[in-house]
Nanobody
């Protein structure tokens, strides 16, 4: 099982990025998939989750700006990030849980990628 994130980078405030998470060894449509982020000196926090039924939830801080989606044919998870703010700067990780899960609790997730860095500057 492997998760590989890509798409991070440096962007100015108000800009957009799309993160991708390519999965191998399992089928994303059968898992609950989520994006987490961790800024220096802070705890890892959930950003968005798509459960095994396609339902989505977002952290309050990103709701209306970020969109989580997945392409089952490509076995890939995405995070479209718009109207980026400096406080969105963090390492972003995708994670997978083998079942139906709608809460973004890091300890519940079995598989993790290595992360991709997002830096937002003014």
């Amino acid at each position: 099982v492997q998760l590989e994130e890509s798409g991070g980078g440096s962007v100015q405030t108000g800009g957009s990025l799309r993160l991708s998470c390519a999965a191998s060894g399992f089928t994303v449509s059968s898992y609950s998939m989520a994006w987490f982020r961790q800024a220096p000196g802070k705890q890892r926090e959930g950003v968005a989750i798509i459960d095994g039924n396609g339902g989505t939830r977002y952290a309050a801080s990103v709701k209306g700006r970020f969109t989580i989606s997945q392409d089952n044919a490509k076995n890939t998870l995405y995070l479209q990030m718009n109207s980026l703010k400096s406080e969105d700067t963090a390492m972003y990780y995708c994670a997978a849980y083998a079942g139906l899960l709608s809460v973004m609790l890091p300890d519940w997730f079995t598989y993790w990628g290595r992360g991709t860095q997002v830096t937002v500057s003014s």
